[in-house]
């Protein structure tokens, strides 16, 4: 897949915060002052960042369900339909007969429902993610990136509101 | 065409240049390959007329593995016999085969068979010579020898044996029928007691009540088939009767297990008890002639149980038994038969069957059976070549060199001899000895007769092309008799099938047969021409010589143990030994397979800290000898017994060097017995140790109700097995409430509605097995059958010891009683073959449905789709699935042995399940005929193998579903159960339980 | 910069962590420096030994598997035991990271990733025995159901065919989430290294840049695949329990057996997790992240809980055989204690029922040299359960006439150890190319430097 380091560069800032409280205070700033589409980058899931960005519930929940359901389905139909397409009795026991299907069913369900699930992670966060975002190693460390799309005339007072939070480094990046 | 069978390995080419070389395989053969035969071959655009590709033909001949002479009928295929049975119309074994006489096939395609004539050159080595120049070099050694000519044959009576006759008179020479187990003690026994020469017919089926002194008749003595049958009769349960069988030997062989009543009397006593019996019945009935009361008077049972070991109060029992049911037997055989009190035994019996008026009823004398000239022939002529009498001598169907004990020193006098011509099939003990191989035609191969009793005129005729360059053993009389020319110029037949014929035309005189074609061609197709034999002679008690007598055995040798030695039930004195089947389908007493051993007895094996597999060493002034340890419960504690028919130096790769040889013990004959038992044997342990090569488990039921038994009076009562069981307060019934019946039974219900469906809708036949377990003696013949009829492998001693031999049918034998000493030993035999049930535990396993069930409720299993999971072997209750280890196929059937292969039956590969099919072959080979005729099929036109086999018919199958059928009833009979059958696997094969009779003192 | 150190603060139950981001990034990635000579030694060792068994695998294959020491009527030997073995040894992977996580249990994330990768490659391992043990190796693909000219399907109701989707389906999802977990920590990794290996470790990290998008989905799909992990490592060795349990044999039909196998593959599996990590802490030098008071701890209490339900399994089999009246299932146990194979039967007895029970005491738990050997009674014995299990039992069923003992061969042998060889290969050069401790979820544990200090 494309990586968003090598498509076309967004413009705005990119600034760095130390502190959690900080890139919280930061966000809702932004956020206060309309500033929707902002990018933040975290080592690890976060409960204040998060609460900050207030995102709606991720709809892979729902792809997990059709995947399981799916597979719960092919289970019954391949074994029935296998069942009978060739007859054949084993054990005196029906030719189709439920209860030992129900094993490959579940293992269907389990089967597709995961599959599914990371296919939609693939699908949303990667190849749907944003692209030409800037973007610094250390925030996979100890540091918390947040980027604010920001064209040349409001860059100023951007920036001066993200140091004033407490960013520790802030970079402006140009198209 | 020898040379390319001989290098034939199992490819396509070579495999069609051999069938086309024999008759019929015509068009394969043209679209095999060109070999020296194929202008000699016929294209099927003439039909060649009893060969259609693909069908079997069928020819009758005669059995000739031993003297009995036994009707077979040979199937063929292209022009290979594949499978021997018995021919129903033979009077001797109306249909029936035993295991050796089938494995004559693997005798016929026998890798280690002479290929052709053979000279030995100074260094020792043979060399192959053209038949011209054998014939050449014989007619002019006969030249130089002039009368100082010996001929050893075996015991069969028959025109070539007549011509054999004739041509040594001829000569001046002498002729010695030699039968390793012949039974000159019986005939002088007649002589004494009866003034008749003869060897008297046994007539077991009208008995009431028998006693066997060692004989054993359901296997090694006599004529086992015919004996069988008639046991089958009078034990069998057959109108609701069962005629007591006692044994009395100090070892139980097949018979003995088959027994009532085992008494293990000391070896060699068993005329003190004869004598004691008829002792008690004259004392008792009187009205017999005087002088025999005299002559009696002296055998007390109080003498008797001194010397027997039987307490007298048994022996009065059972004289007073055996006078009480008319008519009764008493026999003698076996080892009773082959020691120095052997004459006096035999006369004892004699004596006894008289006075309980058993002659004419179940002694029948006037049946001529031949019988060779006893050993006292053999060791003059032994004398003779050691004197240096014997200028040449010839050797056909014999293996003296190898039967003769040691101690005899025949070999040696037999080494002496100038000029030694054998006319063996196989470079056997004597062969390897001999200057000059005549390898004569397999029974198979050539024109002959056969005369096994008197009335019964039984034909030979070949049924493929040879396999080797060998000639029928009668041209090569007439071909030397030609070239010698004086005395014997008179044999001047065109060939050996010219004289037999003139014969018969005689022959057909004789019995008033204008029509000599019909008559001859009648005789081919029913395998000879059977007439009554001539009314019983009468003979009477010759008093003056029935001399009432008993010795004391006097044995040689020191030792706290007797030594017996006995004919093995499968290798017979050792012709059996290169025959793969013989040697891996385990011995029926013992389940030992590939190996010799020596029995112990239980409380022996105590006194000597000895168990299973611990290798003795037994020695006698004759010699020593090596074996492993069976522990066997019947046999007395002061015996130890070994098997003959192993130890071979030569006679093929099967045999040689293969266990040891039993006979380097005995002391050397005084008389017309071989001594099988003669001497003591010191026993001292080895401390080494090997697995015996057992097919046998556990030999316990451990209560599993396996081997099913019923009281006779129950039986005769038409109880069940269970209900006899509650009868003896050993069992209740299980009380079932509606309800769970209702469940149970309503939900097989609803199972068996949803099975309905695509081929398995309507009404299929249903294919079942019934099996006596009051006829099954244990023989094995369905077993060899089994083996010939569906290709199966034979795995070697090394894949036996890891439990992998391939019995699809197996007889299992369980040991009764016998757990503390002095309790009585009884076995029970049981045939377990796949049972096909309804609701298999193999089939639901097999995750690519290589097992399943066939629409006429056939376990089916397809080698093709088989991936060897082994899962449904596993979950096989009774344990009858088979696996492939190794490529089995490939290492089984040493050329030219894979000729013998049945076409009809896949040869199974590597990695794959197999098990009984129930004949499916044969199956569909009657269901394509019946569709063809436009008819069902009907009852008993046609049957499984093993069922076809069983001597006393024990074994039927057929259609359930057909109630008229005989399997039907027998599902139904009171006695009928099914093994296993709380698992609810539903087996379609029911087993009727052996009937057992009161238990006494 | 200036980075506030934080004062250290707790978990939930008070267990302390002193480190900070940075530190966990520096010591989870100094893990894959260049390998020592003792690591390869090891690592070819262990290869050596795999194509041993791969040798003797081509032996079975060209002349047949009569080499192993197959004795009917033991059609089942090493090769199914060492088949359950594996497969069990997965189970306390997902465990730990699928339940555990589900339970929030906090010690979980130092030792997860390591127990994840030895579920996928002991699953893997597992996976090749139906393979090698039956009779045509070279037609397994015939248990799958792919369509062909003939119309031949599997047969569904077959517990072999179970075990092939609970199998594979097992290993698909065990190695999805173990790769999905991955894909943050690669990416820090990633953002360390320099040179071939940047390009390397950033296509394995997919793009991932931690974005508060990416984490949004992630953080719920991890749930969600834990979800599904969880009833699926309950039903495999359920599956794999019935493939004894469906069948007569008495010793394998009981109702027992799903719960029990499953109990004692997580047992063995903790035991493996055990015998593995004591050494590898100490290799990678990561012995402060994961420690003796806390996570072993909590290792060693899981295995006595197995543990204990295990011996109640075995005296509950015991006591049915008996309670049943059944004659073939208590001659089989008594067979099991006292017959040929009474030095199997109790060595099993011993090293699971018995030894798991040191773990009452904590001296015991929080001792690594006593977990170690431990760990190896409780390899030992969980190899020996499934021989029992499988051989005893199949030496003597319903037919006395069909008994018999197994003689195992080289073959067999062979193959037990070659599958040894197999797993450590892959674990070793795993070891070495991935974060072993999971760097994001431990972050995830330690709260960030605050401005304002205190808690959130």
Same mark, same amino acid.
């Given at each position: 897949?494309?990586?968003?380091?090598?498509?076309?560069?967004?413009?705005?800032?990119?600034?760095?915060?130390?502190?959690?409280?900080?890139a919280a205070d930061a966000i809702r700033a932004l956020r206060a002052r309309g500033h929707r589409n902002l990018v933040v980058y975290t080592a690890a899931p976060n409960h204040e960042i998060e609460e900050a960005l207030d995102h709606s519930v991720s709809p892979v929940r729902l792809v997990t369900l059709i995947g399981g359901l799916t597979g719960c389905a092919a289970g019954f139909g391949m074994t029935l339909w296998m069942s009978y397409d060739w007859p054949v009795l084993v054990g005196g026991k029906p030719i189709g007969s439920i209860p030992p299907y129900?094993?490959?069913?579940?293992?269907?369900?389990?089967?597709?429902?995961?599959?599914?699930?990371?296919?939609?992670?693939?699908?949303?966060?990667?190849?749907?993610?944003?692209?030409?975002?800037?973007?610094?190693?250390?925030?996979?460390?100890?540091?918390?990136?947040?980027?604010?799309?920001?064209?040349?005339?409001?860059?100023?007072?951007?920036?001066?509101?993200?140091?004033?939070?407490?960013?520790?480094?802030?970079?402006?990046?140009?198209? | 065409?020898?040379?390319?069978?001989?290098?034939?390995?199992?490819?396509?080419?070579?495999?069609?240049?051999?069938?086309?070389?024999?008759?019929? /395989?015509?068009?394969?053969?043209?679209?095999?390959?060109?070999?020296?035969?194929?202008?000699?071959?016929?294209?099927?655009?003439?039909?060649?007329?009893?060969?259609?590709?693909?069908?079997?033909?069928?020819?009758?001949?005669?059995?000739?593995?031993?003297?009995?002479?036994?009707?077979?009928?040979?199937?063929?295929?292209?022009?290979?016999?594949?499978?021997?049975?018995?021919?129903?119309?033979?009077?001797?074994?109306?249909?029936?085969?035993?295991?050796?006489?089938?494995?004559?096939?693997?005798?016929?395609?026998?890798?280690?068979?002479?290929?052709?004539?053979?000279?030995?050159?100074?260094?020792?080595?043979?060399?192959?010579?053209?038949?011209?120049?054998?014939?050449?070099?014989?007619?002019?050694?006969?030249?130089?020898?002039?009368?100082?000519?010996?001929?050893?044959?075996?015991?069969?009576?028959?025109?070539?044996?007549?011509?054999?006759?004739?041509?040594?008179?001829?000569?001046?020479?002498?002729?010695?029928?030699?039968?390793?187990?012949?039974?000159?003690?019986?005939?002088?026994?007649?002589?004494?007691?009866?003034?008749?020469?003869?060897?008297?017919?046994?007539?077991?089926?009208?008995?009431?009540?028998?006693?066997?002194?060692?004989?054993?008749?359901?296997?090694?003595?006599?004529?086992?088939?015919?004996?069988?049958?008639?046991?089958?009769?009078?034990?069998?349960?057959?109108?609701?009767?069962?005629?007591?069988?006692?044994?009395?030997?100090?070892?139980?062989?097949?018979?003995?297990?088959?027994?009532?009543?085992?008494?293990?009397?000391?070896? /060699?006593?068993?005329?003190? %008890?004869?004598?004691?019996?008829?002792?008690?019945?004259?004392?008792?009935?009187?009205?017999?002639?005087?002088?025999?009361?005299?002559?009696?008077?002296?055998?007390?049972?109080?003498?008797?149980?001194?010397?027997?070991?039987?307490?007298?109060?048994?022996?009065?029992?059972?004289?007073?038994?055996?006078?009480?049911?008319?008519?009764?037997?008493?026999?003698?055989?076996?080892?009773?038969?082959?020691?120095?009190?052997?004459?006096?035994?035999?006369?004892?019996?004699?004596?006894?069957?008289?006075?309980?008026?058993?002659?004419?009823?179940?002694?029948?004398?006037?049946?001529?059976?031949?019988?060779?000239?006893?050993?006292?022939?053999?060791?003059?002529?032994?004398?003779?070549?050691?004197?240096?009498?014997?200028?040449?001598?010839?050797?056909?169907?014999?293996?003296?060199?190898?039967?003769?004990?040691?101690?005899?020193?025949?070999?040696?006098?037999?080494?002496?001899?100038?000029?030694?011509?054998?006319?063996?099939?196989?470079?056997?003990?004597?062969?390897?000895?001999?200057?000059?191989?005549?390898?004569?035609?397999?029974?198979?191969?050539?024109?002959?007769?056969?005369?096994?009793?008197?009335?019964?005129?039984? %034909?030979?005729?070949?049924?493929?092309?040879?396999?080797?360059?060998?000639?029928?053993?009668?041209?090569?009389?007439?071909?030397?008799?030609?070239?010698?020319?004086?005395?014997?110029?008179?044999?001047?037949?065109?060939?050996?099938?010219?004289?037999?014929?003139?014969?018969?035309?005689?022959?057909?005189?004789?019995?008033?047969?204008?029509?000599?074609?019909?008559?001859?061609?009648?005789?081919?197709?029913?395998?000879?021409?059977?007439?009554?034999?001539?009314?019983?002679?009468?003979?009477?008690?010759?008093?003056?010589?029935?001399?009432?007598?008993?010795?004391?055995?006097?044995?040689?040798?020191?030792?706290?143990?007797?030594?017996?030695?006995?004919?093995?039930?499968?290798?017979?004195?050792?012709?059996?030994?290169?025959?793969?089947?013989?040697?891996?389908?385990?011995?029926?007493?013992?389940?030992?397979?590939?190996?010799?051993?020596?029995?112990?007895?239980?409380?022996?094996?105590?006194?000597?800290?000895?168990?299973?597999?611990?290798?003795?060493?037994?020695?006698?002034?004759?010699?020593?000898?090596?074996?492993?340890?069976?522990?066997?419960?019947?046999?007395?504690?002061?015996?130890?017994?070994?098997?003959?028919?192993?130890?071979?130096?030569?006679?093929?790769?099967?045999?040689?060097?293969? /266990?040891?040889?039993?006979?380097?013990?005995?002391?050397?004959?005084?008389?017309?017995?071989?001594?099988?038992?003669?001497?003591?044997?010191?026993?001292?342990?080895?401390?080494?140790?090997?697995?015996?090569?057992?097919?046998?488990?556990?030999?316990?039921?451990?209560?599993?109700?396996?081997?099913?038994?019923?009281?006779?009076?129950?039986?005769?009562?038409?109880?069940?097995?269970?209900?006899?069981?509650?009868?003896?307060?050993?069992?209740?019934?299980?009380?079932?409430?509606?309800?769970?019946?209702?469940?149970?039974?309503?939900?097989?219900?609803?199972?068996?509605?949803?099975?309905?469906?695509?081929?398995?809708?309507?009404?299929?036949?249903?294919?079942?097995?019934?099996?006596?377990?009051?006829?099954?003696?244990?023989?094995?013949a369905c077993v060899t059958a089994c083996y010939a009829e569906n290709n199966i492998p034979t795995v070697g001693e090394e894949q036996v010891l890891k439990g992998r031999e391939m019995t699809w049918l197996r007889i299992e034998r369980y040991w009764e009683g016998g757990e503390e000493p002095g309790e009585p030993v009884s076995a029970r035999f049981v045939p377990m073959l796949c049972q096909h049930c309804a609701n298999a535990p193999c089939e639901p396993v097999c995750p690519v449905y290589a097992a399943y069930h066939t629409p006429d409720g056939l376990n089916?299993?397809?080698?093709?789709?088989?991936?060897?999971?082994?899962?449904?072997?596993?979950?096989?209750?009774?344990?009858?699935?088979?696996?492939?280890?190794?490529?089995?196929?490939?290492?089984?059937?040493?050329?030219?042995?894979?000729?013998?292969?049945?076409?009809?039956?896949?040869?199974?590969?590597?990695?794959?399940?197999?098990?009984?099919?129930?004949?499916?072959?044969?199956?569909?080979?009657?269901?394509?005929?019946?569709?063809?005729?436009?008819?069902?099929?009907?009852?008993?036109?046609?049957?499984?193998?093993?069922?076809?086999?069983?001597?006393?018919?024990?074994?039927?199958?057929?259609?359930?579903?057909?109630?008229?059928?005989?399997?039907?009833?027998?599902?139904?009979?009171?006695?009928?159960?099914?093994?296993?059958?709380?698992?609810?696997?539903?087996?379609?094969?029911?087993?009727?339980?052996?009937?057992?009779?009161?238990?006494?003192? | 910069?200036?980075?506030?150190?934080?004062?250290?603060?707790?978990?939930?139950?008070?267990?302390?962590?002193?480190?900070?981001?940075?530190?966990?990034?520096?010591?989870?990635?100094?893990?894959?420096?260049?390998?020592?000579?003792?690591?390869?030694?090891?690592?070819?060792?262990?290869?050596?030994?795999?194509?041993?068994?791969?040798?003797?695998?081509?032996?079975?294959?060209?002349?047949?598997?009569?080499?192993?020491?197959?004795?009917?009527?033991?059609?089942?030997?090493?090769?199914?035991?060492?088949?359950?073995?594996?497969?069990?040894?997965?189970?306390?992977?997902?465990?730990?990271?699928?339940?555990?996580?589900?339970?929030?249990?906090?010690?979980?994330?130092?030792?997860?990733?390591?127990?994840?990768?030895?579920?996928?490659?002991?699953?893997?391992?597992?996976?090749?025995?139906?393979?090698?043990?039956?009779?045509?190796?070279?037609?397994?693909?015939?248990?799958?159901?792919?369509?062909?000219?003939?119309?031949?399907?599997?047969?569904?109701?077959?517990?072999?065919?179970?075990?092939?989707?609970?199998?594979?389906?097992?290993?698909?999802?065990?190695?999805?989430?173990?790769?999905?977990?991955?894909?943050?920590?690669?990416?820090?990794?990633?953002?360390?290294?320099?040179?071939?290996?940047?390009?390397?470790y950033g296509l394995a990290s997919v793009g991932w840049q931690g974005t508060d998008n990416q984490w949004r989905h992630y953080s719920r799909a991890y749930l969600y695949l834990a979800a599904l992990a969880t009833p699926l490592v309950l039903s495999v060795h359920s599956v794999v329990s019935w493939d004894f349990a469906v069948s007569i044999v008495p010793g394998w039909h009981g109702t027992i057996f799903a719960p029990y196998f499953v109990a004692g593959a997580i047992y063995s599996g903790i035991g493996m997790v055990l015998t593995l990590i004591i050494p590898?802490?100490?290799?990678?030098?990561?012995?402060?992240?994961?420690?003796?008071?806390?996570?072993?701890?909590?290792?060693?209490?899981?295995?006595?809980?197995?543990?204990?339900?295990?011996?109640?399994?075995?005296?509950?089999?015991?006591?049915?055989?008996?309670?049943?009246?059944?004659?073939?299932?208590?001659?089989?146990?008594?067979?099991?204690?006292?017959?040929?194979?009474?030095?199997?039967?109790?060595?099993?007895?011993?090293?699971?029922?018995?030894?798991?029970?040191?773990?009452?005491?904590?001296?015991?738990?929080?001792?690594?040299?006593?977990?170690?050997?431990?760990?190896?009674?409780?390899?030992?014995?969980?190899?020996?359960?499934?021989?029992?299990?499988?051989?005893?039992?199949?030496?003597?069923?319903?037919?006395?006439?069909?008994?018999?003992?197994?003689?195992?061969?080289?073959?067999?042998?062979?193959?037990?150890?070659?599958?040894?060889?197999?797993?450590?290969?892959?674990?070793?050069?795993?070891?070495?190319?991935?974060?072993?401790?999971?760097?994001?979820?431990?972050?995830?544990?330690?709260?960030?430097?605050?401005?304002?200090?205190?808690?959130?």
């Amino acid at each position: 897949m494309a990586l968003p380091l090598r498509s076309r560069r967004v413009p705005g800032l990119l600034a760095s915060f130390v502190h959690v409280d900080a890139a919280a205070d930061a966000i809702r700033a932004l956020r206060a002052r309309g500033h929707r589409n902002l990018v933040v980058y975290t080592a690890a899931p976060n409960h204040e960042i998060e609460e900050a960005l207030d995102h709606s519930v991720s709809p892979v929940r729902l792809v997990t369900l059709i995947g399981g359901l799916t597979g719960c389905a092919a289970g019954f139909g391949m074994t029935l339909w296998m069942s009978y397409d060739w007859p054949v009795l084993v054990g005196g026991k029906p030719i189709g007969s439920i209860p030992p299907y129900v094993v490959i069913a579940f293992e269907l369900t389990i089967l597709l429902g995961a599959l599914s699930t990371v296919a939609a992670v693939a699908l949303f966060s990667v190849l749907m993610g944003k692209r030409g975002i800037a973007y610094d190693p250390k925030f996979s460390d100890d540091q918390i990136g947040v980027f604010v799309p920001a064209g040349g005339d409001q860059a100023g007072a951007v920036e001066q509101m993200l140091r004033s939070a407490g960013a520790v480094e802030v970079r402006r990046e140009a198209a | 065409m020898a040379d390319e069978t001989t290098a034939s390995t199992l490819d396509r080419r070579k495999f069609l240049t051999v069938l086309g070389a024999t008759t019929g /395989g015509g068009a394969l053969a043209l679209s095999g390959c060109s070999t020296g035969k194929v202008e000699k071959l016929v294209p099927y655009l003439v039909q060649s007329e009893d060969q259609i590709p693909g069908l079997a033909t069928w020819y009758a001949s005669t059995c000739t593995e031993c003297s009995t002479g036994c009707g077979v009928h040979v199937r063929t295929r292209e022009g290979r016999p594949v499978k021997l049975e018995g021919n129903p119309e033979h009077p001797v074994n109306r249909g029936k085969l035993c295991s050796r006489g089938q494995a004559a096939l693997q005798g016929l395609y026998n890798p280690g068979r002479v290929k052709g004539p053979m000279a030995r050159n100074p260094d020792g080595s043979f060399q192959a010579i053209t038949w011209d120049d054998a014939i050449a070099r014989l007619a002019a050694k006969l030249g130089e020898a002039g009368s100082r000519v010996a001929v050893i044959s075996g015991a069969g009576r028959g025109t070539f044996s007549d011509l054999l006759g004739d041509w040594t008179a001829a000569l001046g020479g002498r002729l010695v029928r030699h039968e390793t187990f012949d039974r000159e003690p019986e005939r002088a026994a007649n002589r004494q007691v009866f003034g008749s020469d003869q060897l008297p017919l046994y007539d077991l089926g009208k008995a009431r009540y028998i006693v066997s002194f060692g004989a054993d008749f359901l296997d090694t003595w006599g004529a086992p088939l015919e004996q069988a049958r008639g046991f089958a009769a009078a034990h069998g349960f057959e109108g609701g009767q069962v005629a007591k069988l006692v044994y009395a030997a100090p070892r139980m062989d097949l018979t003995g297990l088959n027994a009532d009543q085992w008494l293990p009397i000391k070896p /060699g006593s068993e005329a003190a %008890l004869a004598l004691a019996m008829a002792q008690v019945l004259v004392s008792e009935r009187g009205g017999q002639p005087a002088g025999l009361a005299g002559a009696l008077a002296a055998y007390t049972p109080a003498l008797a149980a001194e010397e027997t070991g039987v307490p007298a109060a048994t022996i009065e029992r059972l004289a007073r038994e055996f006078a009480a049911a008319r008519p009764s037997l008493a026999l003698a055989g076996g080892v009773a038969a082959q020691h120095a009190g052997a004459t006096e035994v035999c006369a004892a019996v004699n004596i006894l069957n008289f006075v309980a008026g058993n002659i004419g009823e179940t002694v029948r004398f006037g049946a001529e059976l031949p019988a060779a000239d006893g050993h006292a022939a053999l060791a003059g002529l032994a004398r003779s070549m050691n004197a240096g009498e014997v200028g040449v001598v010839l050797v056909h169907d014999a293996n003296p060199v190898y039967t003769q004990p040691r101690a005899t020193g025949f070999a040696d006098a037999f080494r002496k001899v100038g000029y030694k011509v054998s006319t063996s099939l196989y470079l056997d003990e004597t062969a390897a000895l001999c200057d000059l191989l005549l390898p004569q035609h397999h029974a198979l191969e050539r024109w002959d007769d056969l005369r096994p009793r008197a009335g019964v005129y039984s %034909l030979m005729q070949p049924v493929l092309e040879p396999v080797f360059d060998t000639l029928p053993a009668g041209d090569i009389l007439l071909r030397v008799s030609q070239k010698a020319g004086g005395a014997l110029a008179r044999f001047n037949a065109p060939s050996y099938e010219a004289h037999l014929k003139s014969r018969w035309q005689a022959l057909a005189g004789e019995l008033g047969e204008s029509d000599f074609a019909a008559f001859w061609h009648g005789a081919l197709q029913r395998g000879g021409v059977y007439r009554e034999p001539p009314a019983a002679g009468a003979v009477s008690l010759a008093l003056e010589n029935a001399q009432a007598s008993y010795t004391r055995p006097a044995l040689g040798g020191e030792g706290e143990f007797t030594f017996l030695t006995y004919p093995h039930p499968m290798l017979y004195d050792g012709r059996g030994a290169n025959k793969p089947w013989l040697l891996e389908i385990a011995d029926p007493v013992t389940k030992i397979s590939w190996h010799s051993w020596v029995e112990v007895g239980p409380g022996a094996a105590r006194r000597l800290d000895v168990r299973d597999g611990e290798i003795l060493e037994l020695s006698t002034p004759q010699g020593t000898v090596e074996a492993p340890v069976f522990v066997y419960p019947g046999i007395r504690d002061d015996v130890v017994a070994m098997p003959l028919g192993l130890g071979h130096t030569a006679y093929g790769a099967f045999a040689e060097g293969r /266990g040891v040889n039993p006979l380097d013990l005995l002391a050397a004959p005084s008389g017309e017995y071989v001594p099988y038992l003669s001497t003591r044997v010191a026993v001292r342990k080895t401390g080494r140790y090997r697995k015996l090569a057992s097919v046998a488990g556990v030999a316990r039921q451990l209560g599993r109700g396996i081997a099913e038994s019923i009281p006779l009076a129950a039986a005769q009562k038409g109880l069940t097995v269970e209900q006899a069981y509650i009868e003896a307060g050993l069992g209740h019934h299980e009380v079932n409430t509606e309800r769970e019946l209702e469940a149970v039974h309503g939900w097989a219900e609803e199972q068996h509605e949803a099975t309905q469906y695509g081929n398995y809708e309507g009404e299929n036949p249903q294919w079942a097995m019934a099996i006596d377990l009051a006829k099954c003696t244990g023989c094995n013949a369905c077993v060899t059958a089994c083996y010939a009829e569906n290709n199966i492998p034979t795995v070697g001693e090394e894949q036996v010891l890891k439990g992998r031999e391939m019995t699809w049918l197996r007889i299992e034998r369980y040991w009764e009683g016998g757990e503390e000493p002095g309790e009585p030993v009884s076995a029970r035999f049981v045939p377990m073959l796949c049972q096909h049930c309804a609701n298999a535990p193999c089939e639901p396993v097999c995750p690519v449905y290589a097992a399943y069930h066939t629409p006429d409720g056939l376990n089916g299993q397809v080698y093709n789709r088989c991936v060897g999971t082994r899962y449904c072997a596993n979950n096989c209750p009774y344990k009858v699935r088979y696996f492939n280890w190794y490529k089995y196929n490939e290492r089984a059937w040493p050329a030219p042995l894979h000729l013998q292969l049945n076409p009809d039956v896949t040869v199974r590969a590597r990695g794959v399940m197999e098990k009984c099919t129930f004949c499916i072959q044969r199956i569909r080979g009657a269901q394509n005929q019946a569709r063809l005729e436009d008819r069902p099929i009907r009852d008993g036109e046609f049957t499984t193998a093993c069922a076809q086999a069983c001597p006393s018919d024990c074994i039927v199958f057929g259609n359930v579903r057909d109630p008229s059928s005989r399997v039907a009833r027998l599902a139904q009979n009171p006695r009928g159960y099914r093994v296993l059958e709380d698992l609810n696997v539903r087996p379609a094969i029911t087993y009727l339980a052996k009937v057992l009779l009161p238990a006494e003192a | 910069m200036a980075v506030v150190a934080p004062p250290p603060v707790g978990h939930g139950d008070g267990h302390a962590i002193t480190q900070t981001h940075a530190d966990v990034t520096r010591d989870v990635v100094a893990t894959l420096s260049a390998p020592s000579r003792g690591y390869v030694l090891l690592l070819l060792g262990s290869a050596a030994v795999f194509l041993m068994g791969l040798l003797t695998f081509l032996i079975l294959v060209i002349d047949g598997l009569g080499h192993a020491g197959y004795q009917p009527p033991i059609f089942w030997s090493v090769y199914i035991t060492t088949f359950v073995f594996w497969v069990g040894i997965g189970h306390a992977g997902t465990l730990i990271s699928a339940i555990l996580f589900l339970f929030r249990s906090p010690w979980r994330t130092a030792v997860y990733r390591s127990t994840e990768v030895m579920t996928v490659f002991a699953v893997m391992t597992a996976a090749l025995f139906p393979i090698i043990h039956i009779g045509r190796q070279w037609i397994f693909y015939w248990l799958l159901p792919y369509p062909n000219q003939r119309y031949l399907w599997p047969n569904f109701k077959s517990p072999l065919i179970w075990d092939v989707f609970a199998i594979s389906t097992y290993f698909t999802v065990s190695a999805t989430f173990l790769v999905f977990g991955l894909v943050p920590d690669v990416a820090a990794v990633r953002d360390k290294v320099t040179g071939w290996r940047k390009t390397v470790y950033g296509l394995a990290s997919v793009g991932w840049q931690g974005t508060d998008n990416q984490w949004r989905h992630y953080s719920r799909a991890y749930l969600y695949l834990a979800a599904l992990a969880t009833p699926l490592v309950l039903s495999v060795h359920s599956v794999v329990s019935w493939d004894f349990a469906v069948s007569i044999v008495p010793g394998w039909h009981g109702t027992i057996f799903a719960p029990y196998f499953v109990a004692g593959a997580i047992y063995s599996g903790i035991g493996m997790v055990l015998t593995l990590i004591i050494p590898l802490r100490r290799a990678l030098r990561i012995e402060h992240m994961i420690t003796p008071e806390y996570h072993f701890d909590n290792l060693a209490k899981l295995t006595l809980l197995t543990g204990s339900i295990l011996f109640y399994a075995y005296g509950m089999e015991y006591f049915v055989a008996w309670y049943s009246g059944n004659m073939f299932e208590q001659t089989t146990f008594y067979r099991r204690a006292f017959g040929p194979y009474w030095w199997a039967g109790w060595t099993m007895i011993i090293c699971n029922a018995f030894v798991s029970q040191l773990l009452w005491f904590r001296k015991v738990r929080t001792n690594l040299t006593a977990l170690f050997i431990i760990s190896i009674f409780i390899n030992v014995g969980m190899w020996f359960e499934r021989f029992v299990i499988i051989v005893s039992s199949l030496s003597n069923d319903y037919v006395p006439w069909a008994w018999d003992q197994l003689n195992p061969s080289w073959a067999d042998w062979g193959i037990l150890a070659g599958s040894f060889g197999w797993f450590g290969m892959w674990f070793l050069l795993f070891a070495k190319t991935f974060p072993i401790v999971a760097i994001q979820e431990i972050k995830e544990m330690i709260p960030m430097p605050r401005k304002r200090g205190g808690h959130h």
